[in-house]
């Protein structure tokens, strides 16, 4: 499609003219189902916490919204035409000179100077993952004899048939459990491996503080406020202050891990191909201080 370009017209005082419609402007058309898209995925990911039915409405919302965004794009784009009105504005400066800035980035210093390459925060939520199930496993057998109950008591999150169960059959052993706690146990410790090695760079001085206990007690008041929704179960039965320790353990070891791996410069780092960003390759000649 090819743009055409319109002159706008002045009347014989020199100023700016209306533009007609027939030089009007096409917009895209407004359309509520995004809106409802987003809400639909919203209603579903709740039923799965309340009750079904929500999350049969949510669907229902889902394949609306699709359907109807669906026909806003094919087989023709909706378009609206809206009349614009230009006038010619002379600009007029007081100032007899206007002071030009150089232009350099020589005076600009990008903070943090160094920061940690992908793998480094997935070992140290991995490692961190591991030092965390120490104090968990604790605190299941000091409350119920058992090193799997709190296996099971995050395992309850996923099933939502263990909800009324007893703490006697949540301190047995159960493969399904131990399976979906494993999963959700690693990969919510290496999301949080990640996010360590971002934060850890910007705050060099006291790496110990903010990872081991700034951090965790940071994580714990937002899963307080959500936790109900997340997993009730959970909720109703968690100790919060074990719950503090093994996040403190958690931060401890990942941030101590984190901080053992190699540092890339910031100014470089976005040049670097992926295989030296992840961690993969490190003895990439960009990686090594300019002064060397």
């Not at 370009?5 to 359309?31: C, K, M, Q, R, W």
């Not at 030009?100 to 991995?126: D, N, Y």
């Not at 309850?156 to 979906?180: C, K, P, T």
């Not at 959700?184 to 705050?203: D, N, R, T």
Request: glycine share 8%.
């Amino acid at each position: 499609m090819q743009e055409q370009d319109h002159e706008i017209p002045h009347d014989s005082h020199g100023h700016g003219a209306s533009v007609g419609l027939a030089d009007a402007i096409h917009l895209p058309a407004p359309t509520p189902w995004p809106m409802v898209l987003a809400l639909g995925f919203t209603l579903v990911i709740a039923g799965m916490v309340t009750h079904a039915v929500v999350s049969v409405l949510g669907l229902v919302l889902v394949l609306r919204s699709s359907v109807g965004w669906f026909f806003d794009v094919f087989p023709h784009e909706k378009h609206i035409s809206v009349s614009v009105e230009a006038r010619a504005v002379e600009i007029v400066s007081t100032r007899s000179t206007i002071a030009q800035l150089p232009v350099s980035e020589k005076h600009r210093q990008l903070l943090p100077l160094e920061t940690f390459s992908i793998w480094a925060g997935v070992k140290g939520g991995i490692v961190g993952g591991i030092a965390m199930i120490v104090p968990a496993a604790i605190f299941g057998l000091i409350s119920q004899h058992s090193v799997w109950y709190a296996v099971n008591l995050l395992a309850a999150g996923g099933f939502v048939s263990w909800a009324n169960q007893s703490d006697a059959f949540l301190a047995q052993f159960h493969l399904n459990g131990l399976l979906a706690a494993a999963g959700i146990h690693a990969l919510a410790s290496v999301l949080i491996g990640l996010l360590y090695g971002a934060m850890l760079p910007m705050f060099p001085r006291k790496p110990i503080l903010t990872a081991g206990f700034i951090a965790p007690f940071l994580w714990t008041g937002i899963l307080y406020s959500a936790l109900g929704i997340i997993s009730p179960i959970l909720n109703a039965r968690i100790n919060w202050l074990w719950f503090v320790i093994s996040q403190v353990a958690f931060g401890l070891v990942c941030g101590y891990i984190v901080n053992l791996q190699v540092r890339v410069r910031t100014p470089q780092f976005r040049s670097l191909p992926f295989s030296v960003r992840a961690g993969l390759h490190t003895d990439h000649p960009q990686t090594k201080d300019d002064d060397q």
